[in-house]
């Protein structure tokens, strides 16, 4: 289910409640016609959506199981400051961004006539589609901010003796303090814990995993031995080797590490290569370049609600450069100046 657009989990939404269109019906009865697994796929998530309303449903503690589910996918704020939760979010169209939510059964249930079994143990996966950020409340009630094309993914046994997370990408956690049961994030092979703290984490780009403390303490761990790598205090930010677990640390803005979480880019002392990828992901757009730039030279500016043409014309005014946007695709040619 993880490869289907989010376009037509809304039109499969949109159905369950009869609300799709004349032309989203013809749309939505094309993808289902289209291959075998696409039916499937769509009868896996009615299933899913039906939880809540089936009696034919045999799985311990149904409604505790719903509950974990329904407050796993908690508010997505929109520019425009609304709150939408899951049962308004189901019925909205498909210009609204959404939340690509994935269960991920840890055992495949079994559909025999009308009844079938779930088991309570499943993966939630949350999805920030590109070029978007998406918020989540956890069930202990962090608040995470996902930035564009990343991932986290937890168990319905979240609150056990720890509270873990795995992330792919980058990620601003507010994790609700409990001492009881510490809150650990596996990237790229290393597992940052804390207890209650706010923190931001990159391993977007190159080899390192990029951890900045706004407040609290935090530990670096080796995933796979537990062997301690360095613990941080505030202020600082820790850069991580993905491969020898080599790190240093250093003095940092650490509220600006964050300012993506409020809509804003900001790109500092970046090579242009760094900024063209920085670029790539806020847009959610592939740029490619037609000819070799120096990475010597270094970038440094701010971008709020500025447009991708508008970027680029900021760009131009630091690298004079022609580009041409074509959908998803940007072309940037270097200008040569004589």
Avoid at 50 to 68: C, G, Q
Avoid at 206 to 217: A, C, Q, S
Wanted: hydrophobic residues 40%; contains cysteine.
């Amino acid at each position: 289910m993880i490869g289907i657009k989010p376009e037509i989990y809304n039109l499969i939404a949109k159905d369950k409640f009869d609300q799709l269109t004349n032309d989203e019906k013809f749309i939505f009865e094309e993808w289902l016609n289209m291959s075998p697994s696409n039916r499937q796929a769509y009868e896996d998530i009615r299933a899913i959506l039906d939880l809540k309303e089936s009696d034919n449903i045999v799985v311990p503690d149904k409604e505790n199981t719903w509950n974990a589910i329904m407050n796993s996918i908690k508010p997505l704020r929109e520019e425009t400051g609304k709150i939408y939760r899951l049962p308004f979010l189901i019925k909205l169209s498909s210009a609204v961004a959404i939340i690509a939510v994935v269960f991920t059964l840890s055992l495949n249930y079994i559909i025999n006539s009308r009844n079938f079994r779930i088991n309570a143990e499943h993966i939630t996966s949350v999805i920030a589609p590109p070029g978007q950020k998406s918020q989540v409340i956890l069930p202990d009630g962090t608040n995470v901010w996902l930035n564009s094309g990343s991932k986290i993914s937890y168990s319905s046994s979240f609150i056990g003796k720890t509270r873990n997370i795995n992330l792919e990408g980058e990620a601003f956690f507010d994790v609700k303090k409990d001492k009881k049961h510490p809150f650990i994030v596996t990237v790229s092979g290393v597992d940052i814990k804390v207890l209650g703290t706010a923190f931001n984490i990159n391993s977007f780009m190159g080899d390192e995993v990029k951890v900045t403390l706004i407040r609290g303490k935090i530990a670096l761990e080796q995933t796979s031995n537990h062997k301690l790598i360095s613990e941080l205090l505030p202020g600082k930010r820790i850069d991580v080797d993905k491969q020898n677990f080599k790190y240093s640390i250093e003095d940092c803005n650490a509220e600006e590490s964050i300012l993506w979480a409020q809509d804003q880019l900001v790109i500092e002392n970046k090579s242009f290569t760094e900024m063209i990828n920085m670029l790539n992901n806020w847009y959610g757009v592939q740029i490619k370049t037609r000819n070799n730039y120096n990475n010597n030279d270094k970038y440094t500016f701010k971008i709020k609600t500025e447009s991708l043409t508008e970027a680029f014309k900021l760009v131009n005014l630091l690298t004079p450069i022609e580009y041409k946007i074509d959908g998803k695709e940007v072309i940037v040619k270097k200008i040569s100046i004589k």
